[in-house]
T-cell receptor, first 112, second 115 residues
Framework: GNSVTQMEGPVTLSEEAFLTINCTYT??????LFWYVQYPGEGLQLLLK?????DKGSNKGFEATYRKETTSFHLEKGSVQVSDSAVYFC???????????FGAGTTVTVRA | NAGVTQTPKFQVLKTGQSMTLQCAQD?????MSWYRQDPGMGLRLIHY???????DQGEVPNGYNVSRSTTEDFPLRLLSAAPSQTSVYFC??????????????FGPGTRLLVL
């Protein structure tokens, strides 16, 4: 079956530091890959997505590239802000299926 | 558009009690689903629906029941609450317009505590 593995947190950074959150996946076919973000006290919202190999998703300064050869979709941001403090979830869906398989989530705290 | 709304925001139940978590969306989305979020486990799919009158089980369906009589509403019923059902519950919706490429829209969540 499908599964997603994320690096464990929590991650604590200073403002303007570089952020990387590793995500690898297992799927039987060609999944779509997503990063969702959950800000404190809120529901999840889509941060970025990629639907085929070598696609790069980007939003709000975050980027992730769909790497089929390494089955990875690592999230990066070059200079984080305090407002980026949140829980980040990597997820996938496969085929015509809307069901999302989520990683465990990574809590990121950015200090001023 | 209000998007995806969930009620209540927070609920305390005693073991054995039943209750219904409400979920509604005003985006005319065909696909709706329920997830539970537990520490260190991400979100796990409970039940989902691909349209009115059609529901199916997800990864962790035991102890939960759903129905989909309208496109807008997708309530989740706890038949006899257990402490293991203490969790945060999220409802989500999407459209099949672009199949698996579509974004899912999540509600704000319901925090449930079962004593």
């Amino acid at each position: 079956g499908n599964s997603v593995t994320q690096m464990e947190g929590p991650v604590t950074l200073s403002e303007e530091a570089f952020l990387t959150i590793n995500c690898t996946y297992t799927a039987t076919g060609y999944p779509s890959l997503f990063w969702y973000v959950q800000y404190p006290g809120e529901g999840l919202q889509l941060l970025l997505k990629a639907t085929k190999a070598d696609d790069k998703g980007s939003n709000k300064g975050f980027e992730a590239t769909y790497r089929k050869e390494t089955t990875s979709f690592h999230l990066e941001k070059g200079s984080v802000q305090v407002s980026d403090s949140a829980v980040y979830f990597c997820a996938l869906s496969e085929g015509g299926d809307y069901k999302l398989s989520f990683g465990a989530g990574t809590t990121v705290t950015v200090r001023a | 558009n209000a998007g995806v709304t969930q009620t209540p925001k927070f609920q305390v139940l005693k073991t054995g009690q039943s209750m219904t978590l409400q979920c509604a969306q005003d985006m005319n989305h065909e696909y709706m689903s329920w997830y539970r979020q537990d520490p260190g486990m991400g979100l796990r799919l409970i039940h989902y629906s691909v349209g009115a009158g059609i529901t199916d089980q997800g990864e962790v369906p035991n102890g939960y029941n759903v129905s989909r009589s309208t496109t807008e509403d997708f309530p989740l019923r706890l038949l006899s609450a257990a402490p293991s059902q203490t969790s945060v519950y999220f409802c989500a919706s999407s459209t099949p317009g672009l199949a698996r490429q579509e974004t899912q829209y999540f509600g704000p969540g319901t925090r449930l505590l079962v004593l």
